[in-house]
T-cell receptor
Framework: GNSVTQMEGPVTLSEEAFLTINCTYT??????LFWYVQYPGEGLQLLLK?????DKGSNKGFEATYRKETTSFHLEKGSVQVSDSAVYFC???????????FGQGTELSVKP | DTAVSQTPKYLVTQMGNDKSIKCEQN?????MYWYKQDSKKFLKIMFS???????INETVPNRFSPKSPDKAHLNLHINSLELGDSAVYFC????????????FGPGTRLLVL
């Protein structure tokens, strides 16, 4: 099938802690992979993306590496801030019409 | 300067009513989408249009009818609203329809009473 699975939230961390949000996907072919972030009351914003195996996407201190062998795209950040509190969505592309298939979202709460 | 805009931002209405949500993008993109986000934050695509032509229709009830008067606009009309239609509806656009980054609007929060 074609699906995306993320670790369940909510995730609560203290400021400056290390963050990992796991994401795995199933796919036929070679999809592009994305992390989107949704801040409270807002729409989704692209955080980072990778379009082929072994690519690393990075933005605002967040990183994720496209691992074809483990079909994973885990999101990491070395030191989170309170302002990183949001819901994070992993997504993969799908050849039909460019639609995105999203994971269920992981809520992150960072405490001072 | 807003790239993808939606109106209205909030919509509260009674069951059985008909309502429309409008979306506009000023990015010059060819492809536009409607997504539905339920109360558990799960996001699912509903429709996609490429250059005003429908290319994705994801088994959405036919009470939902998208319309694209031009490639910068994609509106969503909903007939006979039901309680289960309560959700946040997001419009998005992308340069084309091939694995490209999508840009999302701020969402329309629909509450059916």
């Amino acid at each position: 099938g074609n699906s995306v699975t993320q670790m369940e939230g909510p995730v609560t961390l203290s400021e400056e802690a290390f963050l990992t949000i796991n994401c795995t996907y199933t796919a036929t072919g070679y999809p592009s992979l994305f992390w989107y972030v949704q801040y409270p009351g807002e729409g989704l914003q692209l955080l980072l993306k990778a379009t082929k195996a072994d690519d690393k996407g990075s933005n605002k201190g967040f990183e994720a590496t496209y691992r074809k062998e483990t079909t994973s795209f885990h999101l990491e950040k070395g030191s989170v801030q309170v302002s990183d509190s949001a819901v994070y969505f992993c997504a993969r592309s799908y050849n039909q019409g460019g639609k995105l298939i999203f994971g269920q979202g992981t809520e992150l709460s960072v405490k001072p | 300067d807003t790239a993808v805009s939606q109106t209205p931002k909030y919509l509260v209405t009674q069951m059985g009513n008909d309502k429309s949500i409008k979306c506009e993008q000023n990015l010059g993109h060819d492809t536009m989408y409607w997504y539905k986000q339920d109360s558990k934050k799960f996001l699912k695509i509903m429709f996609s249009y490429n250059n005003k032509e429908l290319i994705i229709n994801e088994t959405v009830p036919n009470r939902f009818s998208p319309k694209s008067p031009d490639k910068a606009h994609l509106n969503l009309h909903i007939n006979s609203l039901e309680l289960g239609d309560s959700a946040v509806y997001f419009c998005a656009s992308s340069p084309g329809a091939k694995q490209e980054t999508q840009y999302f609007g701020p969402g329309t929060r629909l509450l059916v009473l």
